[in-house]
């Protein structure tokens, strides 16, 4: 079995996601993670990480937003922006946006493809994959090394996800493996 081929996003694969305690807990995080850390072996050198932050002065409706969720400006939360695991010498690109798909990350996995993985699959995965296949990037998602807010939200996203074919593929991490 060969490594597989492009490149491997894994999105947002961070504390504040995981933590019980914090109002973006996502359920099935810790379910997820075997098959990230699978994900990230398979992929060698050719892994990103990102990282959501909150930015020092938030503007727009991004200003609204945090007054809303203000518990993520706080200094308890600084600490839960870390990532679940250490990449190593990986690069992590830090974006204070929902969608990952930002130049850094575009320039370091070029024309792909991607497989994208990571957390929440409603919101921050979703946000990345279809930028990507916009700018023409074939996009696998393995299904199963995603969380979203909660099992209906991530089923809801997949099956979205799942009517950008071909330029979007829903597989599995086995799938992407070679395994199946």
Request: proline share 8%.
């Amino acid at each position: 079995m060969g490594s597989p081929s492009g490149w491997l996003v894994v999105v947002d694969y961070q504390e504040v996601f995981r933590d019980p305690t914090s109002p973006w807990t996502t359920p099935c995080f810790d379910e997820i993670r075997p098959r990230i850390r699978s994900l990230v072996e398979a992929f060698g050198d050719r892994v990103v990480f990102t990282r959501f932050v909150v930015p020092d002065e938030p503007t727009g409706a991004w200003a609204d937003y945090y007054a809303k969720y203000d518990y993520f400006t706080q200094a308890h939360a600084i600490p839960l922006f870390q990532l679940s695991e250490d990449p190593g010498d990986r690069p992590v690109v830090d974006a204070p946006t929902f969608g990952k798909w930002v130049p850094e990350v575009a320039e370091l996995v070029g024309d792909g493809p991607v497989t994208v993985a990571g957390v929440a699959t409603d919101c921050c995965v979703l946000s990345t994959v279809l930028p990507a296949a916009d700018a023409g990037v074939r996009v696998r998602v393995a299904s199963d090394a995603c969380a979203g807010a909660n099992d209906e939200a991530h089923e809801d996203t997949m099956r979205i996800l799942g009517c950008y074919a071909p330029l979007v593929e829903v597989t599995t991490t086995a799938e992407v493996l070679g395994g199946a």
